[in-house]
């Protein structure tokens, strides 16, 4: 399975930027890079997802390596409702499942 | 967007009794679901890939007579933990996606925080 390597943890303060990046040098041509980020005791929450191009949503956007052994997570503007473990995940298929690794836990200072 | 629910939220049972916990995709069809389990302060460990119709695939070192999940339905996936002790006390989560590619996101339940005394 390709596996993927985050920072333990990450600190920003409040209103200022945060790039969290993710290296996944094993990745094949067919996986999907997706984020998660999850607050205490409650599930997952989906952020975001690329293959090859750099996307952009709501919450976030993702920049993608050009030879896509690595990415970066961005939030452009950390609020205290950011603070969370944050996971950068291949979909792989073909079972398509969802392995986690440890991910990176973000503190948001005020 | 796709909302996943997962009931109870929190269950408490004694030693040796079985509970089950349910997980229903309330706005799209899951062909497939995903239950994972999570110990304090670490990640999430993949348990099982529930597939509707047909039997779960067990990741390794789970035990399939102890954690039992039925998928009948594209809505709903159960699992059961039998004959519960102590060491099974953790966080239960259950995913699902709308589509079968890896080009979708996932969508999580809220979690399931089970207590063996």
């Known amino acids: 399975d390709a596996k993927t390597t985050q920072p333990n943890s990450m600190e920003s303060n409040e209103e200022e930027p945060v790039h969290l990046p993710c290296n996944h040098s094993t990745i094949s041509g067919t996986d999907y890079i997706h984020w998660y980020r999850q607050l205490p005791s409650q599930g997952p929450e989906y952020v975001i997802h690329g293959l090859t191009s750099n996307v952009n949503n709501r919450m976030a956007s993702l920049a993608i390596a050009e030879d896509r052994k690595s990415s970066t997570l961005i939030l452009h503007r950390a609020t205290l409702r950011d603070a969370a473990v944050y996971y950068c995940i291949l979909r792989a298929p073909p079972a398509d499942d969802m392995r986690f690794g440890a991910g990176t836990r973000l503190t948001v200072k005020p | 967007g796709a909302v996943v629910s997962q009931h109870p939220s929190r269950v408490i049972c004694k030693s040796g009794t079985s509970v089950k916990i349910e997980c229903r995709s309330l706005d799209f069809q899951a062909t497939t679901m995903f239950w994972y389990r999570q110990f304090p302060k670490q990640s999430l460990m993949l348990m099982a890939t529930s597939n509707e119709g047909s039997k779960a695939t067990y990741e390794q070192g789970v035990e399939k007579d102890k954690f039992l999940i039925n998928h009948a339905s594209l809505t709903l996936s159960t699992l059961t933990v039998t004959s519960a002790h102590p060491e099974d006390s953790s966080f239960y989560i259950c995913?699902?996606?709308?589509?079968?590619?890896?080009?979708?996101?996932?969508?999580f339940g809220n979690g399931t925080r089970l207590t063996v005394t």
């Open positions: 995913s699902a996606s709308p589509g079968q590619v890896q080009n979708s996101p996932l969508h």
